[in-house]
């Protein structure tokens, strides 16, 4: 009996420390889980899958929470670890998931839910989220005396600030039937956020094609975020497509209708150019370089842009009246699904894994 009670305890006590090492450790780009959950169900119900898309909804919001408690923990327990993360080049973009996955979980609840005091709550949340990283992040590698190389420095996880600006905007233009007496400012605010994420988006995307071809390029360079390339281009055509739905709503967005048009099409096109050339880049990665694939957070980031590509082409297809290109999300709806389940399945297995392999060890607990 007393031998079943250490065992026990030790037991307890090796989770213990996996779940405070998962906490020190926790990767700021772990809330792409939230995004690319989100968006799949999003794209489900547009799909008319209603019972995929509610089950993804209820999974996502339980993932947000327990995100939010283990960020909050190691503000708290570990608050070092975390102020490193927020000013480091390859770490720190990371944290914009915060505002994409919260924007996106509240487009849920739109969409899906028809919650919308839950989905404006999540929008002021995103909005705080979205003004304190990006001058707290961008300032901190501004004025960081030592910075790596461009090529050590730059990534697809970059452009992950981009969906975090296009989140708030399509948001804002969602939300816009709560603010009936500010439908003006809130189109406004939608179309400023809009275009400032384009404007981010050909930043950005230079230095990552200038590191693209310019930069010699190993298979472990070619990080799944590298999927936010395309991604980025996906959700600007949303907000886009939600801008010109809106466009009834306001005599300034009605003006600027030819603008809109062309250049959600022109977001649409670049996502669109993105797709074979990524295919491409992850054969030559995992096929004939033979990189092993493993459970990684980053993973999440490529799931997002497979989602989000079925719901833009499906509402961009809505605006323009082409039913010719219903036939894409058709298909992007099983590919999206089945890299969520694939990258899930893989989180799930790793998570056992870390929790039997703790089971196994006997640490030093105090008594």
């Keep these: 009996m007393a031998t079943d009670l250490t065992v026990a305890k030790s037991q307890d006590c090796s989770r213990g420390q996996v779940l405070l090492s998962s906490i020190e450790n926790l990767h700021p780009v772990y809330f792409a889980m939230v995004?690319?959950?989100?968006?799949?169900?999003?794209?489900?119900?547009?799909?008319e899958m209603d019972r995929i898309a509610l089950m993804l909804t209820v999974l996502n919001i339980a993932?947000?929470?327990?995100?939010?408690?283990?960020?909050?923990?190691?503000?708290?327990?570990?608050?070092r670890r975390f102020l490193l993360d927020l000013i480091d080049?390859?770490?720190?973009?990371?944290?914009?998931?915060?505002?994409?996955?919260?924007?996106?979980?509240g487009t849920q609840f739109v969409v899906i839910v028809k919650d919308y005091t839950t989905a404006t709550i999540l929008w002021y949340i995103g909005m705080g989220l979205w003004a304190a990283l990006t001058y707290t992040v961008f300032a901190a590698f501004t004025v960081k005396e030592k910075k790596p190389t461009?090529?050590?420095?730059?990534?697809?996880?970059?452009?992950?600030?981009?969906?975090?600006?296009?989140?708030?905007?399509?948001?804002?233009?969602?939300l816009l039937p709560c603010f009936p007496e500010y439908e003006e400012p809130v189109i406004f605010l939608a179309l400023s956020f809009w275009l400032c994420g384009g404007m981010l988006y050909i930043w950005i995307i230079s230095l990552i094609f200038y590191r693209y071809t310019f930069f010699s390029f190993a298979p472990s360079?070619?990080?799944?975020?590298?999927?936010?390339?395309?991604?980025?281009m996906a959700i600007s055509t949303l907000a886009g497509t939600r801008l010109i739905i809106n466009a009834p709503h306001s005599q300034f967005l009605q003006e600027l209708l030819p603008f809109l048009h062309g250049f959600t099409i022109f977001f649409w096109a670049t996502a669109t150019w993105w797709i074979p050339m990524l295919?491409?880049?992850?054969?030559?990665?995992?096929?004939?370089?033979?990189?092993?694939?493993?459970?990684?957070?980053?993973?999440?980031?490529?799931?997002?842009?497979?989602?989000?590509?079925?719901?833009?082409?499906?509402?961009?297809?809505?605006?323009t009246h082409l039913p010719f290109l219903f036939?894409?999300?058709?298909?992007?709806?099983?590919?999206?699904?089945?890299?969520?389940?694939?990258?899930?399945?893989?989180?799930?297995?790793?998570?056992?894994?870390s929790l039997y392999s703790a089971g196994q060890r006997q640490p030093v607990c105090a008594t």
């Design 221 to 232: 360079d070619l990080n799944p975020p590298y999927w936010i390339n395309m991604g980025a």
């Design 150 to 174: 461009l090529a050590e420095g730059i990534n697809g996880g970059w452009l992950v600030v981009v969906v975090a600006t296009q989140a708030v905007s399509n948001l804002a233009g969602l």
């Design 63 to 79: 993932m947000y929470i327990c995100l939010w408690v283990m960020t909050l923990a190691r503000i708290v327990l570990y608050p």
């Design 89 to 105: 080049h390859g770490r720190g973009v990371g944290f914009f998931t915060t505002v994409a996955g919260t924007c996106v979980l």
């Design 35 to 47: 995004m690319a959950t989100g968006i799949v169900a999003v794209a489900s119900h547009l799909m």
């Design 279 to 319: 295919v491409i880049l992850s054969v030559w990665r995992h096929v004939y370089k033979r990189f092993k694939f493993s459970y990684d957070p980053l993973y999440w980031g490529a799931v997002f842009p497979l989602g989000m590509y079925t719901a833009c082409t499906f509402q961009l297809a809505q605006v």
């Design 327 to 353: 036939a894409i999300p058709r298909l992007f709806i099983y590919v999206a699904l089945a890299a969520w389940i694939l990258i899930a399945a893989a989180f799930v297995r790793e998570l056992i894994l």
